[in-house]
């Protein structure tokens, strides 16, 4: 049997997503749940040190009077209440978007109530799948981020030191990657194939184990055009300025500083539509190269190329 490419997933996935644009709107709204694969690993680093530095500046409001902490209690019962709100939105609309994303790989017709219906329907599964994969990478960076500690205070050699550095963030990128892996699949069962949260996590743990290199090589490859377009954003970003800073030389030359607050408005606009944007198209791309590997794994099976090749290599 002719084993399917990673070209052919990561067309099919781009043919999916530019065809089918309704699919947007839910990978804009499922971004705050977190993505699949290697990306998804990097921005729980980045989260977690942001939430560090966060609670460091926190720990400076002492000794406050009491209208000031009961106005910190409403900011933080608001605040909560918006974020439940964006956790059960994007969670359902995580689930529409696997939905969606199997209908248009299996050329059908999108229905977006009845996809958004769909992630409704397996809101539980969905929601404990992604508090567990939050909780389980957090111990790991956690854990993580003590080894290096340890590391840097050991007085051990350089070479030693540096050895064990190495394998710590090793052991780390994959543990990281397997959980990412393992819980798209365990999220394509729940949704896909109507399992519960144990059965689901169960028969996602046999499908990873079964395809573990793949996996692996697919979230390389997904974290390298995430690379790619970080880059294109990047430019993007510089281009945009552009249109600004004519109105910030305009606003300097004829004294008209309310164009300086124009330019400013239209640049920060530009750069919220390009992020959200992005973040929609690679969110979506990457949700449909999985539930690709999902259905192709799930009815054929789909070979490691590095393991294809090794075989090409030694002739066996």
């Known amino acids: 049997m002719h084993e399917p490419t990673y070209r052919q997933a990561l067309s099919h996935a781009w043919q999916a997503v530019w065809h089918h644009k309704i699919i947007w709107i839910f990978g804009l709204l499922s971004i705050f749940v977190g993505?699949?694969?290697?990306?998804?690993?990097?921005?729980?680093?980045?989260?977690?040190?942001?939430?560090?530095?966060?609670?460091?500046?926190?720990?400076?409001?002492?000794?406050?009077?009491?209208?000031?902490?009961?106005?910190?209690?409403?900011?933080?019962?608001?605040a909560v209440g918006i974020l439940l709100l964006v956790i059960f939105v994007s969670t359902i609309a995580q689930g529409a978007l696997i939905t969606s994303a199997a209908h248009s790989l299996r050329q059908q017709n999108?229905?977006?109530?009845?996809?958004?219906?769909?992630?409704?329907?397996?809101?539980?599964p969905l929601l404990l799948t992604n508090i567990l994969r939050t909780i389980a990478m957090t111990i790991i960076i956690v854990v993580t981020g003590y080894a290096w500690t340890f590391l840097v205070f050991s007085h051990l050699p350089?070479?030693?030191?540096?050895?064990?550095?190495?394998?710590?963030?090793?052991?780390?990128?994959f543990l990281g990657l397997s959980i990412s892996s393992w819980s798209a699949y365990t999220l394509c069962y729940s949704v896909l194939d109507g399992k519960?949260?144990?059965?689901?996590?169960?028969?996602?743990?046999?499908?990873?184990?079964?395809?573990?290199?793949?996996?692996?090589?697919m979230n390389i490859i997904l974290f390298i055009i995430l690379i790619g377009l970080s880059a294109l954003l990047y430019g993007?970003?510089?281009?945009?300025?552009?249109?600004?800073?004519?109105?910030?030389?305009?606003?300097?030359?004829?004294?008209?500083l309310k164009l300086i607050t124009f330019?400013?408005?239209?640049?920060?606009?530009?750069?919220?539509?390009?992020?959200?944007?992005?973040?929609?198209?690679?969110?979506?791309?990457?949700?449909c190269v999985w539930v690709y590997l999902f259905l192709k794994m799930h009815n054929e099976g789909i070979a490691s190329r590095i393991f294809h090749y090794f075989k090409k290599i030694t002739g066996r």
């Open 196 to 217: 519960g949260f144990w059965s689901a996590l169960k028969r996602g743990w046999g499908l990873f184990h079964h395809h573990l290199l793949v996996s692996l090589e």
């Open 263 to 287: 330019g400013l408005i239209l640049w920060s606009g530009f750069v919220f539509l390009l992020i959200a944007l992005s973040g929609a198209l690679y969110n979506c791309f990457s949700v």
């Open 158 to 173: 350089a070479l030693l030191s540096s050895l064990l550095s190495i394998i710590i963030f090793s052991t780390a990128l």
């Open 35 to 78: 993505q699949f694969g290697a990306n998804d690993f990097i921005g729980k680093i980045w989260m977690v040190a942001q939430r560090t530095l966060a609670f460091g500046k926190f720990q400076g409001l002492v000794n406050l009077d009491w209208k000031t902490e009961l106005g910190l209690v409403w900011i933080a019962l608001i």
């Open 110 to 124: 999108i229905n977006f109530t009845k996809a958004w219906h769909r992630g409704a329907e397996h809101f539980l």
């Open 236 to 256: 993007l970003f510089l281009l945009s300025a552009a249109p600004a800073l004519i109105l910030w030389l305009i606003a300097g030359l004829t004294g008209y």
